[in-house]
């Protein structure tokens, strides 16, 4: 495969065009032109973030759940020319329904199977590209940067989850399917970039937290940055994670958990996801106060330090410290302020 130079948003918007060139058409050099991009249906993100509509519900897979302006099309980078949902940074298959063609990817709807498998490839290759764009892979050591191995199957409960034996992540159809959420996806695929920076990461409760909360604060970013690069609407409260995946079990505003609360360390309650709240918090003030881009790349660089069992203690100290290395003395404070308003012990 050709090595892809990295898309601006100048580049994605003419991707569009560009595909109005019969698909394969050779050259005139007579080389064998890259696959086509094919333009899949995809949720922006998801349908409640993008639509504020906080009464949609998922009525039992429906395809009239949603209205037709929940969908975008959107390119499907970096396959492999295979056909299948198969490329640089995921690879998908499916235990329910058949697999999706890429020859089909514009026509699916929620009911179909086949969009999970969709919204798997896009959403998982879209968190790899944001990495990429960082410098991660390149400037910066890769985090995750390979083929992502993604299993979508019934599993009945909601309960997706990264498998760190074949560091493979599951997604499952519990309520509304977990893969038509783009912010489960991305938190599931934030699990494997921690695995793959840290072999086997998250082995002590505060640990366990971090894994969740960044997970969280990823697919918020993700999302964010997609809603940014593409235009799509974006009409929920940012800190608020899976708008969609949560109507099935949450209140409105619907959140599965939300990034922005005011746990601090004494709040613990001894549940990653809970405690996790208290870490997230700390990573989107960092975000508040020095921009999406330095705080993210401070915030991945420094988890290539994180021991597998660490303390918050512990991994605050080396983001500060990495702060520190990276962007110098105000941005070290930067962040020490945000570990230091969650009152993480040894923080001052
Ligand atoms: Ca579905
Ligand atoms: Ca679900
Ligand atoms: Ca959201
Ligand atoms: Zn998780």
Redesign the pocket.
Known sequence: MTRRTPRGLIAAATATAALLAPAGAASASGAVPAPAEPQARVFMVNPVQSSGDQSLSDAK?SADAVPASSYASAALRNLDGSGGLSGRWAYIRSETGAPAKTADVGKYT????Q??QVMAYFWVNEAQEYLQGLGFGSELPGANNRAQPVRINQWGADNSFFTDKKAEIRFG?GG??DA?DAEVIVHEYGHAVHNAQVPGFGTSPEAGAIGEAFGDYLAVEVGAHADARYGWPLKADLACVADWDSVAYSAAPHCLRRIDGNKVYGDRVGEVHADGEIWSRALLDIRGALGARVADRIIVNAQFGFAPDTSFENAALTTIATAQRMYGKSAADAVRAAFKAREIPGIQ
């Open positions: 897979d929620r009911h179909d199977d969009f999970e159809k509304v399917d038509e």
